[in-house]
């Protein structure tokens, strides 16, 4: 007999389950399914590593004293690892032939290679990396001149950190001309989006946060390592969002070295690459040792993934156990049988999302409500929808013996490691998750969640993401286009279930989400895109609807109020719910 048995119409009511019941059928070879999951127990800690970028000008001091022992002491100081150089000058006559680069790093004990941006009458004018760690290749970029200005360049390597291959570009964009910078680092974009590792650009970009498509280009695909500017957003777009600007700019400002008023110096890193969260590891050191000042960010680079861990998502039949009741297994058609049990749709419902939502001056009451008029229209016969309280998730865990049970975490930041370790439970157990935009971002205390940003980012399929509100870059989800879908048997007929009926991108009314990078073995469903539909990136650093196995995560915010009244974004909503249940039309 079901926990929830009281059909629930319109009018929404919070479900408090007492006690767990006794799990029937065995949950689909239970033991088999738990012993499939990761381990509970806290993963090993990833990889730290401090990264700095330093425009150097030649060793020459903004008290005009010339040394390069000064510049070697100050990255000792920092403990930087990885440090991208710029103006850099190999054994010229300009710096009474020194060979710059090498000479910090025999200082150091470090590895270092040259980045050639043009010649002199003796040696070279570089862009320089120096390395803690093994360089195992390199090469140099000659980047776009359209207005025949001091030529420009990026250098490309590929560190060895302890296994993990890295890919780190140094650059310094053109000073005078922002058109011809655009188009540098547009040609930077490209050919670092190509780079299959774990990557950071640092330099000198010469373009400050805000109304810059230099930074833009670069915040498309990769996070900006700066404490306050660690969003994906269009610069030109967040410069009109008034009082946000403000904090924008506070900081990390690396051009006046005894007054700093301008930041052009950056390290940006790919979305897979952590940014350290703790007070100071991002910063901006003081320094005489040349015109700019040096700004350094710890990182934490990606584990090596072992794989897929959570049952893969089959056309497997119904099932049945020995007891009579319903053996829940991946997602599957739902059996017609007259003794089959129905399915379940539980809504969580959290005080603290409610707290966030009121801070932020949104109606997280009209969204619960949205969802469940959703839901009740599924026809035919739709699931029976109740909500139930973030504390009391683990009933749901004896509800999946029963029958198909979807859990639908709309926007749930806020969770508690409690409720998180439950919702783990649960899919265990066998059950099926509905995951919207910020669900488990954060938790109740704002702290930011679990080794990818998200607290459950691996039973979402997400092995990194980003919160982007771009316009129009993500005004949109769109299908992906047949043939890309690659992923298993089936997955094709998986986009095409879920986008029945749906036939233009779906618009967001407030065009911001999170952009994601699947798992291997998870299911791309849908991307980001203008509401032409014209993809925003390449599909591998644009999937905005993921599937894993039992689990659905959509990077934006599907269910809201305001979203559920597009046609397109309803009808999408609902093929998910039947999807996910296996409910035929």
């Given at each position: 007999?079901?926990?929830?048995s009281?059909?629930?119409?319109?009018?929404?009511r919070?479900?408090a389950?007492?006690?767990?019941?006794?799990?029937?059928?065995?949950?689909?070879?239970?033991?088999?399914?738990?012993?499939?999951?990761?381990t509970?127990?806290?993963?090993?800690?990833r990889?730290?590593?401090?990264?700095?970028?330093?425009?150097i000008?030649?060793?020459?001091?903004?008290?005009?004293?010339?040394?390069?022992?000064?510049?070697?002491?100050?990255?000792?100081?920092?403990q930087?690892?990885v440090?991208?150089?710029c103006?850099?000058?190999?054994k010229?006559?300009?710096?009474?032939?020194?060979?710059?680069?090498?000479?910090?790093a025999?200082?150091?004990?470090?590895?270092?290679?040259?980045?050639p941006v043009?010649p002199?009458?003796?040696?070279?004018?570089?862009?320089?990396?120096?390395?803690?760690?093994?360089?195992?290749?390199?090469?140099?970029?000659?980047?776009?001149?359209p207005?025949?200005?001091?030529?420009?360049?990026?250098?490309?390597?590929?560190l060895?950190?302890?296994?993990?291959?890295?890919?780190?570009?140094?650059t310094?964009?053109?000073?005078?001309?922002?058109?011809?910078?655009a188009?540098?680092?547009?040609?930077?974009?490209?050919?670092?989006s190509?780079?299959?590792?774990?990557?950071?650009?640092?330099?000198?970009?010469?373009?400050?946060?805000?109304?810059?498509?230099?930074?833009?280009?670069?915040?498309?695909?990769?996070?900006?390592?700066?404490?306050l500017?660690?969003?994906?957003?269009?610069?030109?777009?967040?410069?009109?969002?008034?009082?946000?600007?403000?904090?924008?700019?506070?900081?990390?400002?690396t051009i006046?070295?005894f007054?700093?008023?301008?930041?052009i110096?950056?390290i940006?890193?790919?979305?897979?690459?952590g940014?350290?969260?703790e007070?100071?590891a991002?910063?901006?050191?003081?320094?005489?040792?040349?015109?700019?000042?040096?700004?350094?960010?710890t990182?934490?680079?990606?584990?090596?993934?072992?794989?897929?861990?959570?049952?893969?998502?089959t056309?497997?039949?119904?099932?049945?156990?020995?007891?009579?009741?319903?053996?829940?297994?991946?997602?599957?058609?739902?059996?017609?049988?007259?003794?089959?049990c129905g399915?379940?749709?539980?809504v969580?419902q959290?005080q603290?999302?409610?707290?966030?939502?009121?801070?932020?001056g949104?109606?997280?009451e009209?969204?619960?409500?949205?969802?469940?008029?959703?839901?009740?229209?599924?026809?035919?016969?739709?699931?029976?929808?109740v909500?139930?309280?973030?504390?009391?998730?683990?009933?749901?865990?004896?509800?999946?013996?029963?029958?198909?049970?979807?859990?639908?975490l709309?926007?749930?930041?806020?969770?508690?490691?409690?409720?998180?370790?439950t919702?783990r439970?649960?899919?265990?157990?066998?059950?099926?998750?509905?995951?919207?935009?910020?669900?488990?971002?954060?938790?109740?205390t704002e702290?930011?969640?679990?080794?990818?940003?998200?607290g459950?980012?691996?039973?979402?399929?997400?092995?990194?993401?980003?919160?982007?509100?771009?316009?129009?870059?993500?005004?949109?989800?769109?299908?992906?286009?047949?043939?890309?879908v690659d992923?298993?048997?089936?997955?094709?007929?998986?986009?095409?279930?879920?986008?029945?009926g749906?036939?233009?991108?779906?618009?967001?009314?407030?065009?911001?989400?999170?952009?994601?990078?699947?798992?291997p073995g998870?299911?791309?469903?849908?991307?980001?895109?203008?509401?032409?539909?014209?993809?925003?990136?390449?599909?591998?650093?644009?999937a905005?609807?993921?599937?894993?196995?039992?689990?659905?995560?959509?990077?934006?915010?599907?269910?809201?109020?305001?979203?559920?009244?597009?046609d397109?974004a309803?009808?999408?909503?609902a093929?998910?719910?039947?999807?996910?249940?296996?409910?035929?039309?």
């Amino acid at each position: 007999m079901r926990l929830f048995s009281e059909p629930m119409r319109r009018a929404a009511r919070v479900l408090a389950v007492a006690g767990v019941a006794l799990m029937l059928c065995g949950l689909w070879t239970c033991a088999d399914a738990q012993a499939e999951q990761p381990t509970t127990g806290s993963p090993e800690p990833r990889r730290r590593i401090t990264v700095m970028t330093y425009n150097i000008h030649a060793g020459l001091g903004v008290d005009s004293v010339y040394s390069l022992d000064r510049i070697a002491d100050l990255i000792r100081a920092e403990q930087a690892d990885v440090i991208g150089l710029c103006e850099v000058e190999q054994k010229t006559q300009k710096v009474n032939f020194d060979d710059q680069a090498k000479l910090i790093a025999d200082k150091l004990g470090f590895y270092h290679v040259y980045g050639p941006v043009f010649p002199r009458s003796t040696g070279f004018f570089c862009n320089a990396l120096i390395s803690r760690f093994p360089i195992l290749s390199h090469r140099t970029h000659q980047l776009p001149n359209p207005n025949r200005a001091q030529p420009r360049a990026a250098l490309e390597a590929q560190l060895d950190v302890g296994g993990t291959v890295v890919t780190v570009f140094v650059t310094h964009l053109e000073v005078a001309d922002s058109g011809s910078r655009a188009v540098q680092a547009e040609a930077l974009a490209g050919i670092a989006s190509r780079t299959p590792t774990p990557r950071i650009i640092m330099g000198d970009f010469n373009a400050t946060p805000t109304h810059a498509p230099e930074t833009a280009l670069m915040l498309r695909e990769h996070n900006d390592t700066y404490a306050l500017h660690r969003v994906l957003v269009d610069s030109r777009w967040l410069a009109a969002q008034g009082p946000f600007e403000r904090d924008y700019l506070k900081g990390g400002y690396t051009i006046g070295v005894f007054d700093p008023s301008a930041r052009i110096d950056y390290i940006f890193a790919s979305h897979d690459i952590g940014v350290v969260g703790e007070i100071g590891a991002a910063r901006v050191p003081r320094s005489p040792a040349s015109d700019h000042l040096p700004y350094v960010a710890t990182l934490e680079l990606p584990r090596k993934q072992a794989g897929q861990v959570l049952p893969a998502v089959t056309a497997a039949d119904a099932t049945r156990g020995t007891s009579g009741s319903c053996v829940p297994g991946p997602v599957r058609p739902l059996s017609t049988s007259p003794d089959s049990c129905g399915p379940l749709v539980a809504v969580m419902q959290s005080q603290d999302v409610k707290a966030w939502y009121e801070d932020m001056g949104w109606y997280y009451e009209d969204d619960l409500d949205m969802i469940l008029e959703m839901v009740a229209g599924i026809e035919p016969d739709g699931p029976e929808c109740v909500l139930v309280s973030a504390d009391e998730l683990d009933g749901l865990v004896a509800e999946v013996s029963e029958g198909p049970v979807l859990l639908v975490l709309s926007n749930a930041r806020g969770m508690s490691e409690r409720q998180m370790r439950t919702v783990r439970d649960f899919v265990a157990a066998g059950g099926r998750v509905l995951a919207t935009y910020q669900t488990s971002l954060k938790t109740e205390t704002e702290a930011i969640a679990g080794e990818y940003g998200f607290g459950l980012a691996d039973l979402f399929g997400a092995g990194l993401a980003g919160w982007t509100g771009v316009s129009p870059m993500h005004d949109a989800i769109a299908p992906i286009g047949k043939g890309e879908v690659d992923a298993g048997d089936g997955a094709e007929a998986v986009a095409g279930a879920i986008w029945e009926g749906v036939d233009t991108a779906v618009r967001l009314r407030v065009p911001e989400g999170m952009v994601v990078k699947p798992w291997p073995g998870s299911i791309v469903l849908g991307q980001w895109s203008s509401q032409s539909g014209a993809p925003s990136r390449a599909l591998p650093l644009n999937a905005a609807i993921v599937l894993n196995g039992p689990v659905m995560y959509v990077g934006a915010d599907l269910l809201s109020w305001d979203t559920l009244q597009e046609d397109s974004a309803r009808a999408l909503a609902a093929n998910m719910v039947r999807f996910m249940l296996g409910v035929n039309r």
